[in-house]
């Protein structure tokens, strides 16, 4: 998992030099979180709930997700972070820090590509 000051976790903002993904383009970004964090076939029990969309640059995008019973808090990141370097994020750069609050691990994001998209947000599992 990757550690990172609180700092850079609250201004994910800052990594977005190109602009933010809108319209469509968030839309299919959400899209694309969707099938392949949890829609995919998949070994750990992954279930989408929802997903939410914000007017917050520091969290675009809220994904949750419901877990299997029997999977741990290390299989869920590990599951996370597997399908968001290979399904997700945008190539060009990518960010990403894992924690456990209250119960819920969450993963926070940012992502981004040379040509204007760049997306926020955070998935929250339980």
């Not at 977005?16 to 993904?21: D, K």
């Not at 939410?52 to 809220?62: A, S, V, Y």
């Not at 997700?65 to 996370?80: E, R």
């Not at 924690?99 to 998209?117: H, M």
Request: net charge negative; hydrophobic share 35%.
């Amino acid at each position: 998992m990757n550690t990172l000051s609180i700092i850079d976790e609250l201004n994910y903002s800052q990594f977005l030099i190109y602009g933010q993904s809108i319209g469509d383009d968030l839309l299919g970004f959400e899209i694309d979180a969707n099938v392949s964090f949890c829609c995919m076939e998949n070994n750990v029990g992954c279930d989408f709930l929802y997903q939410e969309r914000h007017d917050e640059t520091n969290c675009m995008l809220t994904l949750r997700c419901k877990f299997a019973n029997n999977v741990s808090y290390q299989q869920m990141a590990d599951y996370l972070e597997e399908k968001w370097l290979e399904h997700v994020c945008y190539q060009e750069f990518e960010k990403h820090y894992i924690e456990v609050v209250n119960d819920q691990l969450i993963f926070y994001y940012v992502t981004r590509s040379s040509c204007g998209l760049g997306v926020t947000g955070k998935i929250v599992a339980t």
